[in-house]
């Protein structure tokens, strides 16, 4: 039979659908851990002020190990009849430790500051989880870096031939946002390591119960300012959903390039057959699956933290039953980054790049233009007169469909007494590359720096 937690008032037990409606089991019990552990926290302060006696603070402690021993083993699970994790795990320890000393827990708590503080307790872990994994997504890109340090590539804006720049400071590119985002989830941790436990339904409590050492117990820096807040709020919810979107949209564009680079019409990179994907029909395939499903799954995400804040939009404080919606979408993030990041590592780790063809193409579409407009710059030309020079060299050469280093010296005397043919030592894919030496820019020099900053941030977080 249902052992209810409100039973007093009522006449009858709710509705079939009711309870149908309200469980929450199926989701929440990923947190059963967290929950005892809050348990055993809890047990020692009632303790402190008197309210379980050394051998009633004894027993209970044994009876939640003994409890989350069966948790863990799966003797214990959430029956039919049991609503949430909180409930479920109750009705355990009253079946340990007897409904005597068992029923004496609940005293100074609600499921209200529990549910808050465990999935604070759930998110920093996951966030911990997955900022490492994202790690070793950057250490890969680093390493791919490294290994290409020389290699040339189309830079593009608009997707068209830009600027030459190196593969390696491509790749770095994409390495940086993701250095942002394990910074994200360590700012994250700075907010996320404050304690609802303690904060009751909503008013605090008045048995004198130290929230703090709750806290410190459970590994939080601190326990919240407003008993209120610390039950009504997910703003750390929804700031690990973005911050797992975010991860979900930068490696999304890592992909997206991925996937044009494995084209045919590219052909940039081959993916090793380890982390890709063949067709049942059509015997030539190979599919970059792992990079189209980070694509999809970066929608999700947004779905996560977009769903998420609509749950929270306008909701009056304190708790209300909608926050019950806060924990699928966090959960779902986690999920999805703990699948997904080690896959689309080993496929960074495995790429091989056709670097002779990225080297062909990197100077092509006449991405050595700007060069000449800066060499006549330097020669003491204003970049306005500069850039229309340059202008009229792209013209002339596309006229003949030739490249720029197909002019002659006499061709470029022609548009201009400015363009010596000193100018030549511009208009090779390297000489371009390391003129841009300063900090941040694709020079080889410039780029060694860079790779070391980056494999030394990769370190420090
Ligand atoms: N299962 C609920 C949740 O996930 C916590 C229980 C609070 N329920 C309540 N009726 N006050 O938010």
Redesign the pocket.
């Given at each position: 039979e249902r052992i209810s937690l409100w039973g007093g008032r009522f006449a009858d037990g709710p509705a079939e659908a009711l309870a149908a409606l309200s469980k929450?089991t199926d989701f929440?019990w990923r947190l059963a851990a967290y929950d005892i552990a809050g348990s055993r926290a809890h047990a020692r302060v009632l303790h402190r002020v008197g309210l379980l006696d050394d051998a009633e603070l004894d027993g209970m402690i044994a009876a939640l190990d003994t409890l989350e021993e069966k948790v863990l083993a799966h003797e214990f699970t959430a029956a039919e009849s049991d609503?949430?994790v909180?409930s479920a795990l109750e009705r355990g320890l009253l079946e340990i430790a007897g409904p005597e000393l068992g029923g004496k827990l609940r005293a100074g708590r609600?499921?209200?500051d529990?549910?808050a503080t465990l999935g604070r307790m759930y998110l920093r872990d996951n966030a911990r989880l997955i900022a490492g994994a994202v790690l070793d997504t950057v250490d890969a890109l680093i390493a791919q870096a490294e290994a290409h340090r020389e290699v040339p590539m189309p830079g593009r804006t608009h997707l068209q031939h830009a600027q030459p720049v190196l593969l390696a400071h491509h790749l770095l590119a994409h390495a940086w946002p993701l250095l942002r985002d394990v910074e994200r989830f360590v700012d994250f941790d700075r907010r996320a390591a404050v304690s609802p436990y303690g904060s009751g339904?909503l008013a605090g409590s008045s048995l004198g119960l130290d929230p703090q050492a709750v806290a410190a117990e459970l590994g939080f820096a601190d326990s919240v300012e407003n008993s209120i807040d610390g039950t009504a709020s997910r703003d750390v919810f929804a700031e690990f959903a973005f911050v797992s979107a975010m991860i979900g949209i930068d490696l999304s564009r890592l992909s997206e390039e991925i996937i044009l680079w494995a084209t045919k019409e590219f052909s940039f990179v081959a993916l090793d057959d380890a982390f890709s994907t063949g067709s049942s029909i059509m015997p030539q395939k190979k599919n970059p699956d792992v990079a189209e499903l980070t694509r999809g799954k970066s929608g999700r995400l947004i779905g996560d933290l977009t769903g998420l804040l609509a749950t929270l939009k306008a909701m009056p404080l304190a708790?209300n039953?909608d926050?019950?919606e806060?924990?699928e979408p966090v959960f779902d993030a986690a999920d999805t980054l703990n699948l997904l990041l080690p896959a689309f590592t080993g496929m960074v780790a495995t790429l091989t790049f056709n670097t002779e063809k990225m080297e062909h193409l990197a100077p092509r579409g006449f991405a050595l233009a700007t060069d000449i407009a800066e060499w006549l710059v330097r020669q003491g030309v204003p970049f306005r007169v500069a850039h229309e020079l340059s202008g009229a060299a792209v013209k002339l050469a596309e006229s003949r469909d030739v490249e720029l280093w197909d002019l002659s010296d006499e061709d470029y005397a022609g548009i201009s007494e400015h363009l010596t043919p000193a100018m030549r030592e511009v208009l090779t894919t390297h000489g371009s590359i390391d003129s841009r030496s300063s900090k941040g820019g694709t020079a080889r020099s410039a780029v060694a720096e860079q790779l070391e900053r980056a494999q030394a941030e990769s370190a420090r977080l």
């Open positions: 929450s929440d609503e949430d909180h609600s499921r209200n529990q549910i339904a708790y039953r926050l019950q806060d924990k």
